[in-house]
């Protein structure tokens, strides 16, 4: 029968027994090597040095799209927390198991508070890893479960239900996502969507090409169905009022998540002619919260952009200040202003730089960058952004999203003059551009060699009504253009 504390340690000293613990801490099972307690000394080295073998051989053997993935699983990050906060308490046990094993000789006074602050503060440091990764698993878990809803409104398109491997969404070229900057605040009546770009992304290369909507396009095409049966004269208002228009008809659409947002999802897809499979929206009126959460976006600026300076009347007045041009680090209210600026110049302009904006804040979102602020993003989301993405998909929308970083084309069309005539738009022709942008013509062969270009006059400068402003790609002739290279997103 075991004495506590063995005979071969009663006595020791309290400064010599805090060293071997916290040297026991770092290397499990001395202190009871040293207490002359072998069997339990080798049984605890053998435990942690397989659980750090098990970490080590998890991170070079699991790809960081794996990770990832594991990430966006409820389940999953529900076992991380259990097994982080299971290795935390199992730390601290250890710690003051150590020190009570060497038998110190007992201490009274301040050398007692000394003795209990230098295990408080070992234990906080062993524990604080553990329970740092389970924070981030809640965290991150909590914004899962409360973001993304179970169901998909798509039946059958998800094909990670259960995390599984396999062609992502069921073997399909294209997912389609719209994403919608509404207009909602405190100051405003209603809400509009400011900003529609259809995203649509090729499952096997990454790829994407965004599709601007002007949120000024009128006489807009609605799908047969309720939204046909409501208005049959076509829709009453311009294209960013059909959100608010249906959220105020509660029998339209019943049922839905957000009937607003599956409204302009259907008609959007309707107007494009090709499926659009979620959206995601995001309050403008906090957008600014989202960029600052994210440490701020890299912009290149290239035409000098007003802050303000224009009423809700459309009374021009003085701005507050301006947007320099050059390569800027935006914090959340200049990028709102740098999305929204339309004192000098209109709704295109406006379409065009929020592309670029979208294509930066893509860029720069590594996971490095995102787990640095991690917190913050977490907490911007869950009160900015809504979306009908199920949880099912994100495995695949993070595979998606790591091609997406991996040299992959990001090109943009916008539905604009001269190309699109907003007032009375050309719906047939939309449809075309969109085809011919996901899947290009070939070019037909030529029988006769082109002529050379003349040279008798310089070229005309482009004017900022085709040539866009503040690094925004040009509205051209309706064919993609490259948004990395237009907006110098390198």
């Known amino acids: 029968m075991h004495a506590h504390p063995s005979s071969r340690s009663a006595g020791r000293s309290p400064v010599r027994s805090m060293a071997i613990t916290w040297a026991s801490a770092f290397v499990p099972g001395l202190a009871h090597w040293v207490a002359g307690r072998r069997k339990s000394a080798v049984v605890i080295f053998s435990l942690a040095l397989a659980l750090l073998i098990g970490v080590v051989w998890l991170a070079l053997t699991t790809s960081r799209t794996a990770l990832l993935r594991m990430a966006v699983q409820p389940g999953t990050l529900t076992v991380i927390i259990v097994v982080a906060l299971a290795v935390a308490l199992a730390w601290v046990v250890l710690v003051t198991g150590s020190y009570r094993v060497?038998?110190?000789?007992?201490?009274?006074g301040l050398a007692q508070a000394g003795v209990i602050l230098g295990l408080a503060v070992l234990s906080l440091l062993v524990a604080a890893p553990p329970v740092a990764v389970a924070r981030y698993a809640y965290l991150q878990r909590d914004l899962v479960t409360n973001l993304f809803p179970d169901d998909d409104p798509n039946s059958g398109l998800a094909a990670g239900q259960n995390g599984g491997g396999g062609d992502a969404f069921g073997g399909r070229s294209r997912v389609t996502i719209l994403l919608l900057a509404s207009d909602a605040g405190p100051d405003r009546t209603g809400t509009r969507t400011d900003s529609m770009v259809?995203?649509?992304?090729?499952?096997?290369?990454?790829?994407?090409?965004?599709?601007?909507?002007?949120?000024?396009?009128?006489?807009?095409?609605?799908?047969?169905?309720p939204l046909r049966e409501q208005?049959?004269?076509?829709?009453?208002?311009?294209?960013?009022?059909?959100?608010?228009?249906?959220?105020?008809?509660?029998?339209l659409l019943a049922g839905a998540r957000d009937r607003g947002a599956a409204a302009i999802k259907s008609v959007a897809s309707y107007i494009l002619g090709i499926p659009i499979d979620y959206y995601a929206m995001v309050n403008l009126e906090g957008f600014n919260e989202f960029v600052d959460a994210m440490g701020g976006v890299t912009i290149d600026v290239t035409q000098r952009l007003p802050i303000g300076g224009l009423l809700a009347d459309g009374t021009r007045v003085p701005p507050v200040g301006y947007i320099e041009p050059g390569v800027q680090h935006l914090n959340g209210s200049l990028a709102q202003w740098y999305a929204r600026s339309r004192r000098d110049g209109t709704d295109y302009d406006r379409m065009l730089r929020q592309r670029c904006l979208i294509g930066a804040m893509v860029q720069q979102a590594t996971p490095v960058n995102v787990l640095k602020h991690f917190q913050e993003l977490s907490s911007a989301t869950k009160r900015l952004a809504e979306t009908d993405i199920p949880r099912s998909v994100l495995p695949d929308l993070i595979t998606l999203g790591d091609?997406?970083?991996?040299?992959?084309?990001?090109?943009?069309?916008?539905?604009?003059?001269?190309?699109?005539?907003?007032?009375?738009?050309?719906?047939?022709k939309i449809r075309r551009l969109v085809k011919d942008a996901i899947n290009p013509p070939k070019p037909r062969a030529s029988a006769t060699p082109p002529a050379p270009p003349k040279t008798s006059a310089p070229p005309k400068p482009a004017s900022s009504a085709s040539s866009g402003t503040a690094g925004a790609p040009a509205a051209g002739n309706g064919s993609p253009v490259d948004v990395k290279s237009a907006c110098a997103l390198g």
């Open 102 to 108: 060497l038998g110190p000789v007992r201490q009274r």
């Open 198 to 225: 259809a995203a649509s992304i090729d499952t096997h290369t990454g790829d994407v090409i965004l599709f601007s909507l002007p949120r000024n396009l009128q006489r807009v095409a609605l799908p047969p169905g």
């Open 231 to 251: 208005w049959p004269n076509g829709f009453p208002d311009l294209l960013n009022g059909v959100y608010q228009f249906v959220t105020n008809q509660p029998h």
């Open 403 to 428: 091609k997406m970083h991996g040299g992959s084309s990001l090109r943009s069309v916008a539905f604009v003059p001269p190309i699109i005539r907003t007032a009375n738009p050309d719906y047939a």
